[in-house]
């Protein structure tokens, strides 16, 4: 079957196998093939999921990091970044301004570290908000590799959701991608998102779209690994140059930034076909490539955006790449705007939901608009 057939089988509600190939002849493709692609990945998000927009309060916690990763401005040898710890109390203060504004889900974000104090303050917030809110509310950890007891003392404390990202699944690219240092190791990788699934969390991950010496066949063996794994959450963007950092020497072996957009679009699209039910992040680094790249995200199949709680004084510091959309603005107004960009294309913000995914739960949601009755009610249909 040829692919743009696959495909509209597919938006029509059937079943279309794509393989490997498939995958990569799609990334490959000139412009013609984004139409149909977008359009059965909306249908399949449609019939799954629905048109709901998941909010995440991102609170970036440290910038400090033991890992020294090619491409990441946070990298431990940048020494020009000034570092910052953010205290438990600036950090509850950021999560209580987004629970005031309406948001039940929040990420703690953080460079990888492994130290007891990290370790300690990152369960303290966890504790806290498990005694305010309870099942209300889900805190989402991006903190990095950490070993199995860690992971468990952390779920004890209230965590649920993990987001680690493998970067590549191409064992050969990631050696290209971190020192060679025994710090930086593909296996050990693998091994703390198997751990997060057999610890009962809520395992995300996702993958750097458009780094040198990347191949289409290489990001679809990404797509073919997320599903194989059973993520349920992802978070994949485009990479973006830093100049502080080694992998800035070869950033002409890269797409161009235009084409790392489109990649990323494609490749949420292919997920949301290949993984019906997960949650999907239109990504920070997306909508800093591209103005309208929550909008082209949330066409593409993404389901989550996360606007930034961290104060205004840290965010700066926070740089994982050059460019770092930055906005100063109440996280009410923020949550206006977004929400009027939503319901231009359709789709509905529900902020007070704490969104768990379809994947994890396999009890499809039934929202109402903000307000209504009924919110948070399931049913008991497999859609």
Known sequence: MLLEEGLAVIEGGGEAVLGRDDLADCLRRGPSVDEPLFRAASAVLSRTVGPWVFVRGIVEMTNACRKNCYYCGLR?????????????????????????????????????????????????????????????????LSTGELPRAALERLKAAGGGRYLLRIETSDPVLYAKLHPRDGLHRFEER??????????????????????????????????????????????????????GTPLYASRHEAPSRERRVSLTLRMIALLRILMPDI???????????????????????????????????????????????????????????????????????????????????KAPPVYSPPGEEGVGDHDDQVH
């Open 76 to 140: 431990s040898d940048h020494s020009a970044l000034p570092r910052y710890s953010m205290p438990f109390e600036e950090i509850a203060a950021a999560i209580e301004s987004g629970w005031a504004a309406g948001l039940r889900s929040f990420l703690l974000q953080s460079g990888e570290l492994l130290g007891e104090p990290h370790i300690a303050l990152v369960e303290k917030v966890l504790r806290w908000a498990d005694e305010s809110w309870g099942d209300s509310v889900r805190m989402v």
């Open 190 to 243: 693998i091994q703390c998102l198997r751990n997060l699934r057999k610890g009962g969390w809520q395992a995300g991950s996702g993958v750097l779209i458009g780094v040198p010496w990347q191949t289409e066949e290489s990001l679809a063996g990404d797509l073919l690994f997320l599903r194989d794994f059973g993520i349920d959450m992802c978070g994949m963007g485009p990479w973006i140059e830093h100049s």
């Open 279 to 361: 949650n999907l992040s239109a990504t920070t680094a997306l909508q800093t490539l591209t103005p309208t790249g929550l909008e082209r995200g949330l066409a593409a199949g993404a389901n989550v955006f996360m606007p930034n709680l961290t104060p205004t004084r840290y965010r700066l510091d926070y740089n994982l790449y050059e460019g770092k959309t930055v906005v100063p603005d109440r996280i009410e107004d923020v949550l206006d705007r977004m929400s009027a960009r939503c319901a231009a294309m359709g789709r509905t913000v529900v902020p007070g939901e704490v969104g768990d995914p379809l994947h994890f739960t």
